[in-house]
């Protein structure tokens, strides 16, 4: 350790930035992959000379640590949400949808949610106990609606086990394939997660609820995660006068037309909803259809907001959603 000195440490540090990722051919190194390893060794240092008693100079400490490039700033439109969810919802593996909720519901990281067990989801309090996670403290995150939704419906509820047969190689290599068959660019399964705590921040929680949900410890790195969409800070600047409260008022200003896609076939009649992945209503007449879609697209809005969730704003432009000659777009109203 002696004969290692500040212009090793200098070589060794550019060298690496040449270097070519094991899984990433064609690429280099991230500066901020060559940043912890200069770190772990100044780590190493730093305990030879404070518990071992080694008459030492660090070296590290001399040379300039490269500069990490910027946090991801990737947030999903409204519209990816909801082709995401949708065609997730139809996947040959079923597990890909749940899995895809929780991540936008919860925002775990990707291990925690596929090393998630039925044990440790407490149904009664709406948590699930994550005993290992990255930072290595075991933690609690509490469950919406929609993520216990998913658990109980679209899962198998076992007394023990895991809840995902998924491994983490295959979820990348589905995840992958998943996004490329939909032409969405430049988005990892890991900003689901940024997408989750951005969103946690728009709904009004403060630095420390988030922390809590997602196990960050340290508040600056969670600001790496946030990026808030300016236009819904707009309010916040200028708020107005509450109006008195009714129900009927607030259900109204959700009553509002939903895109929607009518199939025909000889014999069949099929309206389904782009903006609700699980609402679709079949039959022989279209006029009966129609009218059990209007009922049914009323009672899905009003059991979100009795539920406390907002209804999701129509999606205007789905006209590349179309995929045969017998589908068409049509906007219904919900009354």
Not at 111 to 128: C, F, M, P, Q, T
């Amino acid at each position: 350790m002696n004969e290692i000195d500040h212009l090793d440490v200098s070589a060794y540090r550019d060298f690496r930035l040449t270097c070519e990722p094991p899984r990433s051919k064609g690429k280099t190194l991230a500066a901020s992959t060559v940043k912890l390893e200069m770190m772990l060794l100044s780590h190493i240092y730093t305990v030879a000379i404070s518990e071992w008693g080694l008459k030492l100079d660090n070296p590290v400490a001399k040379v300039r640590k490269p500069k990490p490039a910027p946090g991801r700033t990737r947030r999903l439109s409204q519209k990816e949400s909801t082709l995401i969810l949708r065609k997730a919802h139809v996947y040959q593996n079923q597990e890909l949808y749940p899995i895809i909720v929780i991540a936008l519901e919860t925002a775990m990281r990707q291990g925690e949610i596929l090393s998630l067990r039925w044990e440790n989801i407490s149904w009664k309090k709406r948590v699930a106990h994550l005993p290992i996670t990255k930072n290595g403290s075991a933690r609690d995150v509490p469950l919406s609606n929609a993520a216990l939704h998913v658990l109980k419906h679209y899962m198998h509820p076992k007394s023990e086990g895991k809840v995902f047969s998924y491994t983490q190689p295959g979820i990348k290599s589905t995840w992958r394939l998943f996004i490329n068959s939909l032409g969405i660019e430049d988005l990892h399964f890991h900003d689901l997660r940024h997408e989750a705590i951005s969103r946690l921040f728009e709904k009004g929680l403060d630095m420390l609820e988030v922390s809590t949900i997602s196990g960050h410890k340290s508040l600056s790195m969670l600001k790496r995660y946030t990026h808030l969409l300016a236009y819904k800070l707009v309010p916040k600047l200028d708020p107005q006068k509450k109006r008195k409260s009714s129900s009927v008022c607030s259900i109204r200003d959700y009553i509002v037309a939903y895109p929607a896609i009518i199939k025909k076939r000889s014999k069949k009649c099929t309206i389904d909803f782009f903006d609700f992945v699980d609402l679709q209503v079949s039959g022989r007449n279209c006029d009966t259809v129609l009218s059990e879609a209007k009922e049914k697209l009323l009672k899905k809005i009003v059991l979100m907001l009795h539920n406390g969730e907002t209804p999701p704003k129509p999606t205007k432009d789905i006209s590349e959603i179309i995929e045969a000659k017998n589908e068409q777009i049509s906007f219904v109203f919900p009354l």
